[in-house]
């Protein structure tokens, strides 16, 4: 069996809409400024490792604080979902005991 041509052909399109992009002025000019940027950036971390470590403690710290906000509320969404679950029968219970108020009772 011969193997899928699939993922060769993926990376090739890719590489060849890549390629057709940088015809265009605007495109080329973006991507050598990121590019730039991306250089300088890795140059200065790689200079001041204490403060990418630093930066990345800090990132870490936020998504572990957004990771409990989440839980937090998700657990609060649960427990109200739990409360809404008993709500039908309570109302029916509501309206048992006014539908029973309100009639007559059957004379025997």
């Given at each position: ?42 140059s ?54 006014t ?9 025997e």
């Open positions: 069996m011969g193997q899928s041509k699939l993922l060769v052909s993926i990376v090739a399109g890719a590489a060849v809409g890549a390629a057709l992009s940088m015809f265009d002025r605007t495109t080329r000019e973006k991507t050598i400024a990121s590019t730039k940027k991306m250089k300088e950036a890795i200065y971390y790689a200079a001041n490792r204490e403060e990418l470590q630093v930066l990345v403690e800090e990132k870490v710290l936020a998504a572990k604080g957004l990771y409990e906000t989440v839980s937090d509320n998700v657990n609060m969404i649960t427990e109200k979902v739990e409360e809404f679950k008993d709500v039908p029968s309570t109302i029916q219970g509501m309206i048992d005991d539908k029973s108020a309100f009639t007559l009772p059957d004379k």
